[in-house]
């Protein structure tokens, strides 16, 4: 059920509640005011009736002053005199004042109460006459209870019916920020970041538009980048790919034409039985072979360093470097690597930022130098690549590489930072990774330290 129709329903049920209990306190008011009044009526006619029978005076007129008696109660609205005979049938009788609204049957039943009836004997010489007999009647009482009560739950039904359309167009207006609310949302979860809603009204509601809003802007910022990233991603790959593709047509090609080459000769030369140059071809083809097996090692190092890592985070460096130092010979590698072993998640984490830092220095800085570092600093893993050159500056930080190496430090609950070299000549690319109380095999070494010039 809808929020605003569960408040109408709670706020109807409410004043039905009130309703109920007014309707018993009238219940209650009116049976009171009607025994009252009927208590009051009859003791008055009691009164009035002792006092007349004891004037009749014995003579002919007895039996006419009885029946002037009997009539003076005509249209009494509460009281009904009779004059029953000896054998006790009515003789006659006042004539009651009919009500204007009759009530209904239930309600004369409800608050009607117990009969109250008194019977008074005539003076002797009457006694052949019979008795006077008066009763009380409450359907005129009960009649203006009844009018009352039609009256107030008029003026109770009205005033419920005035608060409730007040209720339900002052909450139509209350929670239409709220229904908007829920429509972004929907939005929202179809996909559509763009959704906002308007920060009026309490200022309790407002602080959740304005967390929604927040919370809408942030996923919309979340999908574009993740759409810049996939376009990068997409980008990196080719020119991976490209690459590979380039390294391989011009490593392993000539050396797979010269092997070729060579083979095709060899039938040749063994027809013609010169055995030294048979024997010449066969090592070309085996160096050949070497070379290609040595550049095929260089790729899938890079592909897959995770064999590379088990043998430890400082092979798998001196690998990397070997392979960036045998396509870029001019450029001048500086290694500082703790041989210490970590754990399996923090070494590749560290490999890979080894990894990607030194591949954007060399295709985007063009640099002289290249610094890779990895320092235990008490409880911290230091992680440094720098360089001399001119390409990522510390204000470049959209870039696919550096958005997966922040993922992959964040995972360890690391920092990273990029800043520029103090001269202003390269970049300084730092991280620090936090390290469990005891690492992996507990033992430690001196670093090493190597230059590949």
């Known amino acids: 059920m809808p929020l605003r129709r569960r408040i109408l329903a709670l706020i109807a049920l409410v004043l039905a509640l009130c309703l109920i209990a007014g309707g018993a306190l009238s219940y209650w008011n009116g049976l009171r005011k009607v025994d009252i009044e009927m208590s009051s009526a009859i003791d008055v006619a009691s009164s009035a009736v002792s006092d007349a029978l004891s004037t009749i005076a014995s003579g002919g007129d007895a039996r006419s002053q009885v029946l002037r008696l009997l009539s003076s109660f005509d249209g009494d609205r509460h009281i009904k005199v009779r004059l029953v005979s000896p054998d006790g049938k009515s003789v006659q009788g006042s004539h009651l004042l009919q009500p204007v609204d009759p009530p209904p049957h239930w309600l004369y039943w409800l608050l009607s109460g117990k ?68 429509s972004a949302l929907d939005r929202v979860g ?50 991976e790919r490209s690459e590979i593709a380039r390294d391989l047509h011009d490593e392993i090609g000539p050396f797979l034409f010269a092997a070729d080459v060579d083979a095709q000769a060899i039938p040749s030369l063994v027809s013609r039985q010169a ?20 550049h095929l090692r260089g790729v899938l190092s890079r592909l897959r360093p995770a064999h590379l890592i088990d043998q430890g985070l400082a092979i798998a460096v001196e690998q990397l470097v070997a392979f960036w130092k045998a396509r870029r010979p001019q450029i001048d590698f500086q290694m500082d690597i703790e041989d210490e072993r970590f754990s399996t998640a923090i070494e590749e984490v560290a490999f890979r930022i080894l990894q990607e830092g030194t591949s954007n220095a060399v295709r985007h800085g063009q640099p002289h130098t290249i610094g890779l570092t990895t320092r235990r600093t ?4 230091r992680i440094v690549v720098s360089d001399d050159g001119s390409g990522i500056t510390a204000k470049t930080t959209r870039g696919f590489g550096l958005a997966g190496m922040r993922e992959r430090v964040a995972s360890l609950d690391g920092r990273l930072s990029i800043s520029d070299q103090e001269n202003g000549q390269g970049v300084m690319l ?3 990774i936090p390290l469990p109380a005891t690492n992996g095999s507990g033992n430690k070494h001196e670093p090493i330290t190597t230059s590949a010039a």
């Open 275 to 294: 055995s030294e140059e048979v024997v010449d071809r066969s090592k070309a083809i085996r160096q050949s072979v070497q070379h290609m097996q040595v």
């Open 430 to 432: 730092i991280v620090e």
């Open 378 to 381: 008490g409880e911290v893993l």
């Open 115 to 182: 009969p109250r009836e008194r019977t008074f004997d005539l003076p002797a010489d009457l006694g052949q006459m019979g008795t006077i007999t008066i009763a009380a009647d409450s359907h005129n009482e009960v009649s203006e209870v009844w009018e009352d009560l039609k009256l107030k739950f008029a003026i109770v039904g009205s005033f419920c019916a005035i608060v409730f359309g007040l209720i339900y167009a002052s909450l139509g207006r209350a929670l239409r920020p709220l229904e908007q609310l829920s």
């Open 190 to 239: 179809e996909g559509d970041y763009t959704a906002h809603v308007s920060e009026d009204g309490p200022d309790d509601l407002k602080r959740i538009y304005r967390a929604f809003n927040r919370m809408a802007e942030q996923l919309q910022d979340s999908e574009q980048r993740n759409q810049r990233l996939n376009e990068q991603l997409s980008t990196v790959q080719e020119e």
